[in-house]
């Protein structure tokens, strides 16, 4: 079953967005750095290119990311029209520091008191929007929070005379088309919990750890990864970890063996990993268009 999560607030938050956009200069949006493209928000480019905004595109989170995917993503953002991509960690004043610097040569028009350079950060949940907001405005005006749709409204603040920001919720959309890209988002923890078997996830991310960093997965789990699948490892990992069924004869808990391996991925135990390249991104999109999505086969975007 695909994964798809658009509750209700985020209609209202999509017509603000609407509405903003012809209110601002260059949109800030982050991107998740472990898996830029699926975490990239088709409505947040539909409403920019409509407006013909340009974008700094953060690859945030990028202290998670293995590092030289993250430069083969920024060499594919950097060749985009009216696109800036930049790799950082919004958790860094000093990489957040750099933003506004950035975001200026892409609207060099308004740079005065009288006009001011007006910024929008967007992104979908729990992307970083709220921890750059306060990073950028030196103060807490915005709740970080490690569950998806903390911030529901949207503020504009001065950042000195010359800049603003405005903040706005996270946003999703409403058909993820790509299955793999559910499963991705949900391994990163951007779609609530309600909206996900944690199983089938951690199952997922499992085997996107087998075919390409299972030297961390072994280590972290102290395993020989030789012959196992994703479910293998969940039982491994329930095995390893003590979680066990009470009064089943001490048969895995995989739900429990599921949240230890999601949690320790999300706060990056198992090492730096991204769950996507551009060359595999390029991979699932032809295998889609070639139909293997239509005889049954999911794309499994590795
Ligand atoms: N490792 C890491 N964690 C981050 C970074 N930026 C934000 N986070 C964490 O990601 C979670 C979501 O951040 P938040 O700012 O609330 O996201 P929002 O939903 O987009 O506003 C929080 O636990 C943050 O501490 C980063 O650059 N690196
Ligand atoms: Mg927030």
């Known amino acids: 079953m695909s994964i798809q999560w658009f509750p209700g607030h985020m209609t209202s938050a999509r017509r603000k967005a609407a509405e903003t956009m012809e209110l601002i200069d260059v949109v800030i ?5 472990r898996l830029p493209e699926a ?3 088709p409505i947040i480019t539909e409403l920019r290119l409509h407006r013909q ?8 989170k990028a202290d998670l990311a293995d590092p030289a995917v993250t430069r083969a993503w920024l060499d594919f953002y950097n060749r985009q029209a009216g696109v800036k991509a930049v790799a950082l960690s919004c958790k860094s004043a000093s990489d957040a520091a750099k933003i506004p610097r950035l975001c200026q040569p892409l609207a060099p028009h308004r740079n005065s008191t009288h006009k001011p350079l007006r910024m929008m950060i967007m992104g979908i949940p729990n992307a970083g929007k709220s921890t750059l907001m306060n990073m950028l405005l030196k103060r807490r005006v915005a709740n970080v929070g ?9 503020q504009c603040h001065p950042i000195n005379e010359r800049m603003t920001l405005t903040d706005s919720p996270g946003l999703m959309w409403p058909k993820i088309e790509h299955p793999v ?3 991705m988002l949900a391994a990163i923890h951007a779609i609530g919990r309600n909206a996900v078997i944690e199983e089938d996830v951690a199952a997922f991310l499992a085997n996107t750890l087998l075919a390409r ?8 789990y102290d395993l020989d990864v030789e012959g196992l699948d994703g479910v293998g490892v969940l039982e491994a990992i329930a095995k390893k970890r003590g979680c066990l069924l009470k009064g089943r004869g001490g048969e895995p808990d995989l739900e429990k063996a599921a949240m230890v391996f999601l949690t320790e991925f999300r706060s990056g135990k198992l090492g730096r990993i991204s769950l996507e390249t551009p060359e ?3 991979a699932m999109l032809k295998a889609h268009r070639g139909g293997v999505t ?9």
């Open 39 to 41: 975490s990239c928000n």
């Open 146 to 154: 490690d569950e998806p749709a903390v911030t529901k409204s949207q």
């Open 280 to 282: 595999t991104r390029a």
């Open 53 to 60: 905004r340009p974008c700094l595109k953060i690859l945030n």
């Open 181 to 183: 890209d559910g499963l």
């Open 294 to 302: 239509s005889s049954g086969n999911q794309p499994t975007g590795r």
């Open 29 to 33: 949006e982050i991107l998740d750095a």
């Open 213 to 220: 960093y299972p030297a961390l997965l072994a280590a972290r």
